[in-house]
């Protein structure tokens, strides 16, 4: 994979909402996690409070999410 690539968002990723999911109460930057692939273009989202309580499990566009990054990455 070539700097200028990215990979989509895969199972344990850590990701963001890209727009409003008004339909599950989540807002776009909601903050979850995928825990199953549903096809090539959806996953199930989970998403938790600060104390681990989950609020919400969505099945999400794989392009409405952003993988969020805890380590350097090169540009």
């Known amino acids: ?15 963001a909402l890209l727009s ?13 996690t995928i ?12 998403f938790s409070d600060d104390g681990g309580q989950t609020y919400a499990i969505s099945p999400c566009q794989r392009s409405e999410l952003l993988a969020l990054h805890y380590i350097p990455e090169a540009a």
């Open 35 to 46: 825990v199953a692939e549903l096809d090539d273009e959806s996953v199930l989202v989970e």
């Open 1 to 15: 994979m070539s700097s200028k690539e990215t990979r989509a968002p895969a199972v344990l990723d850590v990701v």
């Open 20 to 32: 409003d999911l008004p339909e599950h109460r989540l807002a776009r930057g909601n903050v979850g």
